[in-house]
């Protein structure tokens, strides 16, 4: 059985979106992957189908109840790990896509308005994840991009498996720049040594422009690449 996604959302209709293009989309069509939606408005307690209140203590905007979101969680089953959508959640990188990757499945709640009461990620133990320092309208942005991130790393989703470990993030490092035909566009050249054929000069130029554009872009990756790295 494949790997299986629940995402429980006001939505449903936003899935599977991009995913259901390009590498993602021919995965699910092929079974390496599932997705089914949960309508959490299905799970209403009134007339209305109402999933969300005012804030207690006062304060702008609604927050989604707890008892309507664990209705909508107690139908599904508990046999993978259970996320909430979140900007204050735990950050969300490559190490953490392979882990999830690694599982059977994952359960992802989109959260909506001014979020969702305390207690349902209490009682249900969600795990919150942030994609970014920023905020959503709602949290199935946020569920469509982890699930790209961790449907590419699948057992046979991608044609050629060793293209995911040469990606940006791998290791703690940006990927080195690439290049391809025509040989010279607008004056510009390819760099000689992707043209030598000597394997291990380009493995060594690629790692060394690697190093070098995660140093100047993203200082705090290569902090974290560089303590490993006197580790080993």
């Known amino acids: ?56 203590g006062g304060g702008a905007g609604m927050v989604m109840r707890a008892d309507v979101l664990a209705a909508a969680l107690d139908s599904c089953p508990h046999d993978s790990p259970r996320l909430l959508m979140s900007p204050r959640g735990r950050s969300f990188n490559q190490a953490y896509a392979r882990s999830l990757a690694r599982e059977s499945g994952v359960t992802l709640v989109c959260g909506r308005f001014e979020g969702v009461d305390e207690r349902i990620i209490e009682a249900r133990e969600l795990e919150e994840v942030s994609i970014g320092d920023y905020v959503l309208s709602g949290g199935e942005t946020a569920a469509l991009v982890l699930l790209d991130a961790i449907v590419r790393l699948l057992p046979g989703v991608m044609g050629n498996e060793e293209s995911a470990k040469c990606e940006s ?8 720049p690439q290049y391809t035909r025509p040989s010279l566009f607008e004056g510009r050249g390819i760099p000689p040594v992707l043209t030598s054929g000597h394997h291990k000069a380009i493995a060594d130029w690629r790692q060394q422009q690697a190093e070098m554009l995660t140093r100047q872009r993203r200082p705090d990756l290569y902090a974290r690449y560089d303590k490993n790295r006197q580790k080993t």
């Not at 590498?23 to 189908?49: E, N, P, Y």
């Open 169 to 176: 993030f791998e290791n703690s490092l940006l990927e080195h």
């Open 1 to 56: 059985m494949g790997f299986q996604a629940r995402i429980l959302t006001l939505y449903p209709e936003m899935f599977p979106g991009f995913l259901g293009y390009s590498l993602a989309g021919q995965a699910l069509a092929r079974g390496i992957w599932s997705l089914d939606t949960v309508q959490i408005r299905d799970f209403a307690l009134d007339k209305h189908h109402s999933v969300d209140d005012t804030p207690a």
